[in-house]
């Protein structure tokens, strides 16, 4: 019962906010509503018993990425008009044509999945666990995990270059 | 009542304490700040503040402090953005509230067959919840200094905000090693492994298992970083008053400004805990652990009367040499070192008489844990003020750092240490094995 009530409150923030993303002008604005749907959405993974993976969730997530995004959104220094100028004038009509289409699929995903038991759940109860995590990432998936690194230094190299000409 | 029903009443009661406690902490550490930094000048320091001549030695400049914040004129500067300039001190002290949940204040006991938990949330993952929970507090800096629409708050927001992602990459790198050497990240198994001894190559040595003497180089890093994430001196870039003015919170008066100085030190409060529960053996009496107390509760009732006392002999005599030398008590004043603290004395003497006259010599069975449940919450609670004392101390005698010396100090001293300890961490480890 009270999992059920939890479940609805935290999936209509999730939604909500979710909607304020790409609905504000104000580039902070859509920043802080990202900050709240990944809130809702580690709730949602704590309501699934991956405690890790939700606290994971508002750490990187929430706290390092999106203060990151912040920081450039108040670097570029966007006028108010430069905002009005960029706002999308068939917006409206481009998410309604989203709605429309999600509606048609999402009864088709369950047609592909017939044997799929959705009401019970379908995750295991090690799922985002800091066990089932770990080994995940540095057992199962090593190489592509290593990869990711690199991809990553590349970027912070490019960043050094690009900023710092003459170290 | 049954078992369920009781937990849950259990855990709601230990949620509202741990949440209410870093307030509760936050005018005593004001007091300490006004007093500590008057011993450290060689000033008399606050004390005119008087309700009927009781002054309390300027514990009273508290209310006074109340009175002229909740009176001053509450201002929303033009050109702000109204609801995220709202918004900041709100999410700055709720973020400074949260972390404590995960504490445990004393080993859970068993009283009358229910086991009862000093702790509001025992995660298996509690350590990175106290992080998750202070990285959000990033962003109360972040919109404080944005939406005031003044350029000093932002310059204040953003260099406070750098400055705190830089030392969360050590802080968490420091808490890395901990986790390595007591090989669990939850907070109370983290605090029981803290109460043995520690065992290096299958010696044990005469030291607690406490996570400074495991972790000493850990310890200083989190500890510095710890003091650079509260924004406290010498890492308050943020506030940085020669040059920002008063940084991310110039343009907040009234109670958004006492929110968001209510933070500062209820965060302060919260490092206090975290440090003492993760370094310094959180509840654990040194050489004492939990069976050891709970064995011997005539020792443990002595040494709850000895330290009350004690406590009450050297805090009553302190303030009235202190009163007597620097402040020359009169009136209702002379009486405020025993009312305050002398009091400690009739304390511990009533406990004494109120349990052998209606106990005798053979204890009650529920009070062996409860004993032990005290002492170990005045371990806590020592460790805490001392780490309180700590943050006032070197605030006052320390210089603030320029910003670019900040950045190089974490950056290129503080990680590459963390790196260094984590590989020296794990090859002791390994040849452990």
């Known amino acids: 019962m009270i999992e059920t009530v939890l479940f609805y409150i935290l999936a209509a923030a999730l939604i909500g906010f979710g909607l304020m993303v790409i609905t504000r002008t104000n580039p902070i604005a859509s920043a802080m509503a990202m900050v709240g749907a990944f809130a809702g959405l580690a709730g949602l993974y704590a309501m699934l018993n991956a405690r890790f993976l939700s606290i994971i969730q508002i750490l990187v997530y929430a706290g390092g990425i999106m203060v990151l995004v912040i920081f450039v959104i108040m670097l570029l220094n966007l006028e108010p008009e430069d905002l009005q100028r960029m706002r999308a004038k068939g917006f409206v009509v481009l998410l309604a044509l989203i709605g429309v289409g999600a509606a048609i699929v999402s009864p088709m995903l369950f047609c592909v999945i017939p044997n799929k038991d959705w009401a019970n759940g379908s995750v295991s109860p090690e799922f985002g666990s800091m066990a089932s995590v770990g080994a995940k990432m540095f057992a199962d998936h090593l190489f592509p995990f290593e990869i990711l690194s690199l991809v990553l230094l590349t970027a912070v190299v490019g960043a050094l270059v690009l900023a710092k000409r003459k170290l | ?433």
């Not at chain 2, 040059?243 to 110039?250: D, P, S």
């Open chain 2, 1 to 433: 009542m049954d078992n369920q029903l009781f937990t849950l009443i259990n855990i709601a009661v230990m949620t509202v304490v741990m949440w209410i406690t870093p307030l509760q902490f936050v005018p005593f550490m004001i007091w300490l700040e006004r007093k500590g930094s008057a011993i450290i000048q060689d000033r008399i320091g606050p004390n005119r503040a008087e309700i009927l001549g009781v002054r309390l030695f300027g514990m009273i400049h508290n209310f006074a402090d109340v009175v002229k914040l909740l009176n001053k004129e509450n201002i929303t500067p033009s050109g702000s953005n109204k609801f995220y300039y709202w918004l900041a001190p709100f999410w700055s002290m709720t973020v400074s509230l949260l972390p404590l949940l995960i504490i445990p204040l004393a080993a859970p006991i068993m009283v009358g067959g229910h086991n009862i938990v000093f702790q509001a949330a025992n995660f298996d993952v509690g350590i990175l919840y106290v992080l998750s929970i202070t990285s959000m507090g990033v962003f109360a800096v972040i919109l404080a200094g944005w939406a005031s629409n003044s350029k000093f708050s932002l310059l204040g927001g953003l260099r406070s905000s750098a400055q705190m992602i830089s030392y969360e990459l050590s802080m968490g790198l420091a808490i890395v090693g901990l986790l390595m050497v007591y090989q669990t990240t939850q907070v109370s198994a983290i605090v029981e492994n803290q109460g043995a001894l520690v065992t290096a190559w299958g010696h044990a040595l005469p030291l607690p298992n406490w996570g400074i003497f495991l972790q000493p180089f850990g310890f200083i890093l989190f500890l510095v970083a710890s003091f650079a994430e509260t924004n406290r001196n010498p890492f308050d870039l943020a506030e940085g008053e020669s040059e920002l003015v008063a940084g991310y919170h110039i343009e907040y008066s009234s109670v958004k400004f006492a929110l968001f100085f209510m933070a500062e030190y209820s965060n302060m409060v919260v490092a206090a805990f975290v440090i003492s529960t993760l370094f310094l053996g959180g509840y654990q009496v040194p050489y004492a652990p939990t069976e050891v107390l709970m064995a011997h509760p005539h020792g443990v009732l002595i040494a709850l009367c000895v330290l009350v006392a004690l406590k009450g002999g050297v805090l009553g005599y302190i303030f009235q040499v202190h009163g007597e030398r620097q402040e020359g008590l009169k009136g209702v004043r002379k009486a405020e070192p025993f009312f305050f603290a002398y009091l400690g004395y009739g304390l511990a003497l009533a406990a004494i008489v109120v349990l052998f006259l209606s106990f005798g010599w053979t204890l009650p069975d529920w009070a062996p844990g409860v004993m032990a449940a005290v002492l170990q919450l005045g371990a806590l609670l020592a460790k805490v003020f001392f780490f309180c004392w700590l943050f006032v101390w070197v605030r006052w005698t320390l210089p603030r750092f320029r910003y670019d010396q900040l950045m190089r100090l974490g950056w290129k001293v503080m990680l590459p240490l963390a790196l260094v300890n984590l590989l020296v961490t794990g090859l002791v480890l390994l040849t452990q094995k």
